[in-house]
């Protein structure tokens, strides 16, 4: 049975770049996972992905519900998450969603199993954010990410899952609110800042996909979570 790699959230900017990234560079099948098998044919027109034969649909509910068979997925990535501007109540749901999806991938045999988290759970540390640093989530959507990693370390250990971890992003440059709306503002002819001196440290969306595929492929005995992104370069709301 030819070997995959299932990514949920799919459809999204991320799961997009990821499957991009592992149909040009790998010789993995792909299991895309999605509300709706529009929305995932949405994002391959967008990728200008036209050769599906190696990329497969599920829905969300069936990839919960059990009944599509798992055993050949040899890695998985999990990218389905509420974004940081949405409400609580849609973010909190993300969490319970995320809980299902690492019961089911615990037991499907996958030996590399990625969660895709946030730097975001260290607070607004001014320091250069690194590994062994304790999180310190100061808002819904960085302790939903935190959260998330604590289930899904608890699951996988429990399964005996072999490498597992969680990739802390820094913030996406494609779909990073911000930066998205000072331009907007700019083109306005009008930039409103509350403070200024914030700071925010970025990644390309294109190298978030790289990393993820270069993870896949690395050799045994991951760590827990690893920091993706450049964070020694660091800019205020100002400068941005």
């Known amino acids: ?3 995959c790699i299932l990514v949920t959230g799919a459809n999204g900017l991320l799961g997009g770049k990821v ?3 592992l149909f040009e560079t790998t010789e993995f099948r792909i299991v895309g ?3 709706t098998e529009e929305k995932m044919q949405e994002m391959l027109s967008r990728e200008r992905i036209w050769d599906r034969t190696k990329i497969d649909f ?3 509910e069936q ?3 059990g009944g599509i068979d798992l055993s050949a997925v040899f890695g998985a990535v999990h990218l389905a998450f509420s974004r940081r501007i949405r409400p609580a109540e849609e973010i909190a749901t993300s969490i319970d969603f995320a809980r299902d999806v690492f019961a089911r991938l615990a037991v499907s045999g996958a030996e590399r199993i990625i969660n895709i988290s946030s730097q975001s759970v260290y607070g607004n540390a001014k320091e250069i954010r690194t590994e062994d640093m304790l999180p310190s989530p100061e808002s819904a959507y960085a302790m939903a990410k935190y959260a998330s990693e604590v289930i899904f370390c608890s699951i996988m250990r429990q399964a005996a899952v072999k490498d597992y971890t969680s990739l802390r992003l820094d913030l996406v440059v494609q779909s ?3 930066v998205k709306s000072l331009c907007r503002q700019a083109k306005e002819g009008r930039l409103r800042l509350k403070g200024g001196k914030q700071l ?3 990644i ?3 190298d978030v996909a790289r990393a993820i595929v270069v993870m896949l492929q690395s050799t045994d005995g991951w760590e827990k979570a690893y920091n993706v992104g450049w964070n020694r370069c660091r800019y205020t709301l100002m400068d941005v």
């Open 63 to 65: 990839l919960l519900c």
């Open 200 to 202: 925010f440290s970025f």
């Open 58 to 60: 599920i829905s969300n």
């Open 19 to 21: 499957i991009r990234k």
């Open 1 to 3: 049975m030819e070997r």
């Open 33 to 35: 996972v999605a509300a």
């Open 204 to 206: 390309d969306a294109d």
């Open 176 to 178: 990073q609110n911000v």
